[in-house]
């Protein structure tokens, strides 16, 4: 059982930053894939971005590459989200979800076992 707590949402202004992470319970979060997506109202989920276990692995979906950072302490069991940058259509609930049968990358959101409880972010133009 893997719980998954996500902090750092908020409010910034178009071109502002937001940190988020995601604190996560469970003994094998060192080698657990993890990724985080967002969700805006009346679209569907939607991939950001994944790492995998050891951190030296990373992807992003198009739309926030160069903008967003994922980095994860497995010491901490913590993944982050560091968003640059930030525009209006990056307004959403974001998540981040742990993928315990895969330490690779993983982008598919329902090869992801388990979920956070989600954080807004607002980006006002």
């Known amino acids: 059982q893997v719980q998954l707590v996500e902090s750092g949402g908020g409010l910034v202004q178009a071109g502002g930053s937001l940190s988020l992470s995601c604190a996560a319970s469970?003994?094998?979060?060192?080698?657990?894939?993890m990724g985080w997506f967002r969700q805006a109202p009346g679209k569907e989920r939607e991939f950001v971005a994944a790492i995998n276990w050891s951190g030296g692995s990373t992807s992003y979906t198009d739309s926030v590459k160069g903008r967003f950072t994922i980095s994860r302490d497995n010491a901490k069991n913590t993944v982050y989200l560091q968003m640059n940058d930030l525009k209006p259509e990056d307004t959403a609930v974001y998540y981040c979800?742990?993928?315990?049968?895969?330490?690779?990358?993983?982008?598919?959101?329902?090869?992801?076992?388990?979920w956070g409880q989600g954080t807004q972010v607002t980006v006002s133009s």
């Open positions: 469970g003994r094998t979060f060192g080698t657990n894939a």
């Open positions: 979800a742990a993928d315990v049968h895969a330490s690779g990358i993983v982008v598919v959101t329902t090869k992801y076992d388990y």
